[in-house]
């Protein structure tokens, strides 16, 4: 391959959108301070009856024994669903009485493969 046809090339696949990795749910229930206000990517199902109201929902995903809640502005998504959620990670500090779970503000979802 000449040098003009690979720099041609390297110069394609740096105009390709990254295909980003998805964190597991386990990894934020166990370190929520590492992902607090970072955008994340992850797969489970949705388990519990879902919250919503005007349009707006919260509901849990599971996956391999962990569970995280979802607060969406879409309509909720049904229980067994099995989704790929997109969001941001908000962590509220602990207080005196409670330590506070990490929540996925979510920006995007879809049906997982």
Do not use: C
């Amino acid at each position: 391959m000449s040098r003009t046809a690979s720099l041609i090339a390297v110069a394609f696949l740096a105009t390709l959108p990254a295909v980003a990795a998805a964190t597991t749910i386990a990894d934020i229930v166990n370190n929520p301070n590492a992902y607090a206000n970072t955008q994340v990517t992850v797969v489970g199902t949705v388990i519990l009856l879902p919250l919503g109201f005007a349009g707006e929902s919260m509901y849990t995903i599971a996956a391999d024994d962990r569970r995280i809640t979802v607060v969406s502005k879409n309509a909720a998504p049904a229980v067994g669903e099995h989704l790929e959620v997109s969001g941001k990670i908000g962590l509220k500090a602990p207080d005196d009485e409670f330590t506070w779970p990490p929540v996925i503000a979510e920006s995007g979802r879809q049906p997982a493969p």
